[in-house]
């Protein structure tokens, strides 16, 4: 499918085009749209007094760093270092560009990924996120520059603003990394979960046959695709690892049509690496409980 047929696709699924948006991509429901339960969310949290902690505890982030082995990796790439940030949803919250800026001052890494979400609603204008994410994006300190996808709660528009921030955008593509004579292959697709405009054999195209791959998704729900198709290592975030959870019992939602072990941290699909970020940011209701939001180093080492 050409690049412009992705566009126009995404576009009319963002104006409501198309039927059964509701239920697009391959979430079966999209718990981000139902306003009913973002109500009674925020009533418990008025209730209770709990929201100016949750508040807190999303300012409060960690940054995490994973050390993966991976079969195939060039030599040249070994302790390559991938700064990933995921889930942002930049305007959800007053102060929290600033708290994320505080976090990535002096990180030095080799090459940032941005795996989705920019904003927090997911309707209406996008024009209140970019002068929050002009900041990120201008903090980062990365030798190799800036990959990003869309995710769910992004319109398309945010990629054409990206991209005047330096960030290359992703959609459906590839993007060769060089270093020492050697390359490893980033793709990124179009988000899964509730546009359904991923396309992986588009994305993966114009990689050379046995190339070492990195994929950049939004969820984590094409990890049987992807390892089908030789992808080494996949980079996802969405779930936000919960968000809200309980002690001992852990989260009370994920989000995402796939298993679990799959929607948090470090996992394995057979051949295949994987790694869901518990996110930057927060959705539908800007709080955290017993779950940090967090900046991730992701290393990667030869096996």
Avoid at 25 to 31: I, Q, S
Wanted: proline share 6%.
């Amino acid at each position: 499918m050409p690049m412009h047929r992705h566009r126009l696709k995404r576009k009319a699924i963002e104006l409501g085009h198309l039927e059964s948006w509701f239920f697009q991509g391959r979430g079966a429901f999209h718990f981000e749209n139902c306003e009913p339960l973002r109500y009674a969310l925020n009533f418990f949290l008025k209730l209770t007094r709990l929201r100016p902690r949750g508040e807190q505890n999303c300012l409060e982030h960690v940054i995490r760093h994973v050390v993966v082995p991976l079969a195939g990796l060039p030599a040249a790439f070994d302790g390559f270092r991938l700064l990933q940030l995921s889930d942002i949803h930049s305007d959800g919250l007053p102060g929290l560009p600033a708290a994320i800026c505080s976090k990535l001052a002096g990180l030095e890494t080799d090459l940032c990924v941005l795996t989705g979400d920019y904003r927090f609603a997911v309707s209406g204008p996008c024009h209140n996120v970019y002068y929050a994410m002009k900041g990120i994006v201008g903090a980062v300190r990365a030798r190799h520059g800036m990959l990003g996808i869309l995710g769910n709660h992004d319109f398309y528009e945010e990629a054409v603003e990206l991209e005047g921030m330096g960030v290359r955008m992703l959609i459906n593509q590839s993007a060769e990394i060089s270093r020492g004579g050697e390359s490893i292959w980033i793709a990124g697709v179009d988000d899964p979960h509730y546009y359904g405009c991923d396309d992986l054999d588009a994305a993966l195209a114009g990689v050379p046959p046995g190339a070492f791959k990195v994929l950049l998704v939004h969820s984590p729900e094409l990890y049987r695709e992807a390892q089908a198709r030789g992808v080494a290592l996949y980079v996802c975030g969405h779930t936000h690892a919960g968000q809200l959870c309980l002690p001992l019992l852990g989260p009370l939602l994920m989000n995402a049509r796939c298993p679990r072990g799959y929607c948090a941290g470090l996992w394995q699909y057979k051949t295949m690496a994987g790694y869901t970020s518990a996110g930057t940011g927060s959705s539908m209701v800007p709080v955290r409980f017993c779950c940090p939001p967090e900046i991730t180093v992701i290393e990667l080492r030869r096996a």
